[in-house]
């Protein structure tokens, strides 16, 4: 496992991203997602569950709209306003007894224990960006009722490249605000350019448009929001698969699907279930 220092001045403005996506979403989108959390979850009517570091909220929204009573929580008071945004837009009319929105951090364990307990907790690509992985993760657990399912994802330890990102996303931070879309262009760009080569060495169009309508599909994300996140987001720290499961399952949980990126980078998922009662 490895861990970075991070100073309190280098944290990426993450609601203020997911302020930009909320413009270009629309209901493509919002459907993309849904048919994400029915393949993840299935029926989520009458569950209770936590979406820990909502973000622009739309994981919130679609769990919302299949009948599922959502508690949503982020540390950045803009992905806080974001999600309220979509609430007032999208949601049902009688949604103020199904769906709360509250501002908070999952390292505060006197919050996160007022919240109570949860059919699901889901925090994706959310618990490596506190600054304390491995307490978030301890702390997004113990909100997980008796046979509950746990969804994380977290970014993949790569070793020396995890922290070749890492001096990346410091630049970005460090920069002038005018010039970090310049960064994250030139950082995309290179990447692009790598990823065109390979598609090429396959004999495949290398041209990436069909990769970037996948990631339209993919939970109904954006590709520039993606890259965004991506080059900026601090706090940043990585794990190994191995670790995650050996963590959760002396917390008595069992992985019940798991989908790496091997040796590359990004985010591996995961989803647990409960085995039994846990003291939180």
């Known amino acids: 496992m490895t861990h970075f220092d991070e100073q309190e001045t280098e944290r990426f403005a993450f609601g203020s991203n997911w302020k930009s996506f909320?413009?270009?979403?629309?209901?493509?989108?919002?459907?993309q997602a849904r048919q994400s959390i029915v393949e993840s979850l299935g029926d989520v009517n009458g569950l209770r569950v936590l979406d820990l570091g909502c973000g622009s909220g739309l994981f919130s929204l679609v769990t919302h709209q299949q009948g599922a009573r959502v508690v949503s929580i982020d540390y950045d008071h803009e992905s806080v306003a974001c999600t309220q945004e979509l609430k007032g837009r999208f949601a049902k009319p009688d949604s103020e007894q199904g769906w709360q929105i509250d501002q908070g951090s999952a390292l505060d364990d006197q919050f996160m224990r007022s919240l109570g307990s949860f059919d699901v907790v889901y925090s994706w690509g959310v618990l490596h960006h506190t600054g304390q992985m491995w307490k978030a993760i301890d702390s997004a657990a113990n909100r997980v009722a008796p046979k509950g399912r746990l969804l994380i994802s977290l970014y993949n330890d790569q070793g020396s490249a995890s922290r070749r990102w890492h001096r990346?996303?410091?630049?970005?931070?460090?920069?002038?605000?005018p010039l970090r879309n310049a960064w994250v262009v030139f950082i995309a760009g290179i990447y692009e350019c790598k990823f065109a080569l390979a598609r090429l060495a396959k004999l495949q169009n290398p041209l990436?448009?069909?990769?970037?309508?996948?990631?339209?599909?993919?939970?109904?994300m954006s590709v520039w929001h993606d890259w965004v996140d991506w080059v900026g987001g601090l706090p940043f720290e990585v794990a190994r698969p191995d670790d995650v499961?050996?963590?959760?399952?002396?917390?008595n949980f069992v992985l019940d699907h798991l989908k790496t990126v091997g040796n590359g980078w990004g985010c591996n998922e995961y989803r647990f279930k409960k085995t039994n009662r846990n003291e939180a």
């Open 22 to 31: 909320l413009e270009s979403l629309d209901d493509h989108r919002i459907e």
């Open 168 to 177: 990346i996303k410091s630049t970005y931070n460090r920069l002038p605000k």
């Open 208 to 220: 990436p448009f069909a990769d970037w309508r996948a990631k339209r599909e993919d939970r109904g």
């Open 245 to 251: 499961v050996e963590r959760l399952a002396a917390k």
